[in-house]
């Protein structure tokens, strides 16, 4: 067994017993964590204290926090606007003198207003969070959905995009000059919400609980890289799922292929995980992915066909890239029959390669025949 799968299957038996070892974990952490999804989430929720090593208490403690963020979003976030509208609508009086005019230092608009400053430099700095990754710019799966509450880009788009900067010249003409449409940021639909708009909440919602820390630039910096890793933890039912089935489905349809990824502690994750979320659309040109999903939406059962195409793509991957010359087969010329280019797939690299080498190749899928492994795939579904 390899030195990667050894430390895979000694942080599984760490984080799998009732009481973890804190200390061995660390021991463990501390030389690096195995790139699998849900471990490195679960290492950190632990090494930072935010769970015990007695699990049993875990499902208490999470519940307890989320209901702990889901009243600071009751508390801080509520737009006082919103709020009044939601008391109207159940026959409650509400304060008429509380009013985004008024000067009360006790007014909820003038806590609203001031706030604001601070949302403002969160904003742009959340904005630009990571610019070279995608990730924060796609929309999250959990939007925020608390009623009275209100997107925090909302609030600044109305604050600070849409104000003018007036300028006084020695003559005491003053001048007017509008932010430029560069400024402007793209968001998007409604509904929606980024992954950096929750990155933001959580700042605002940090600065608003300890004002004498506040917000300091560069703390999105901190941020980022902890929120990337739990919003990325596969540890839910429907990817443990589908993970699962595509490793009983190759052990079923090729016994010699699961075997060799199976000792080489290359799991599904690895690989399968973005060819399941995004469809495939990331492993072929676009007209590639468009006949693909032509079949993907023509099926009924269309995620178990998706399933049979992954496998299709481990089993029967056809020319493939070596010494940067692209071995092509023009099937389109030929007679063939699968079982006659068997030896010369990607298969036997999955079979003879070694870890990186086999990861490399199923991370940067090779230059394929889509109607090949749609064939194939189809065949793999009447088995």
């Not at 001048?175 to 980024?194: R, V």
């Amino acid at each position: 067994m390899s030195t990667y799968s050894t430390r895979v299957d000694q942080f599984k038996k760490i984080l799998t017993e009732d009481k973890l070892d804190l200390h061995q974990l660390r021991q463990l952490c501390f030389n690096g964590i195995p790139d699998i999804a849900w471990i490195r989430p679960l290492a950190w929720r632990l090494l930072l204290g935010y769970l015990p090593a007695k699990r049993s208490g875990w499902d208490n403690i999470l519940k307890a926090k989320r209901d702990l963020y889901d009243s600071f979003l009751d508390d801080i976030i509520i737009n006082p606007s919103l709020a009044a509208d939601d008391e109207n609508e159940g026959d409650h009086l509400h304060d008429v003198n509380d009013h985004p005019l008024s000067l009360d230092p006790e007014s909820q608009w003038v806590t609203y207003f001031k706030d604001n400053e601070v949302l403002s430099q969160i904003d742009k700095d959340a904005r630009r969070l990571y610019p070279d990754m995608s990730f924060f710019q796609k929309a999250t799966e959990f939007p925020c959905k608390k009623k009275g509450s209100q997107a925090l880009r909302k609030r600044v788009e109305k604050t600070v995009l849409l104000e003018s900067k007036v300028t006084t010249n020695r003559q005491g003409v003053q001048k007017i000059k509008n932010k430029s449409k560069d400024q402007e940021y793209h968001t998007l639909s409604e509904g929606e919400e980024a992954h950096w708009e929750v990155v933001e909440r959580m700042l605002f919602i940090y600065a608003k609980l300890n004002p004498g820390i506040g917000y300091v630039q560069g703390m999105n910096e901190i941020m980022g890289p902890i929120y990337y890793i739990f919003a990325v933890d596969s540890n839910s039912e429907w990817k443990r799922f589908w993970m699962q089935r595509v490793c009983q489905s190759i052990r079923y349809k090729d016994s010699a292929v699961w075997q060799v990824l199976e000792d080489k502690g290359i799991r599904p994750e690895f690989y399968c995980f973005r060819w399941f979320t995004l469809l495939l659309s990331q492993e072929f040109p676009l007209p590639d992915v468009i006949r693909i999903w032509d079949s993907l939406f023509a099926e009924e059962n269309r995620f178990e066909f998706l399933l049979c195409v992954c496998c299709a793509m481990l089993m029967w991957v056809p020319p493939v890239v070596k010494n940067n010359l692209i071995m092509s087969v023009h099937f389109k010329k030929l007679t063939y029959d699968f079982t006659d280019y068997l030896n010369s797939l990607v298969r036997d690299e999955i079979l003879q390669g070694e870890f990186a080498d086999i990861i490399k190749t199923l991370q940067n899928y090779p230059v394929s025949d889509v109607h090949i492994i749609l064939k194939k795939a189809a065949e793999l579904r009447g088995m």
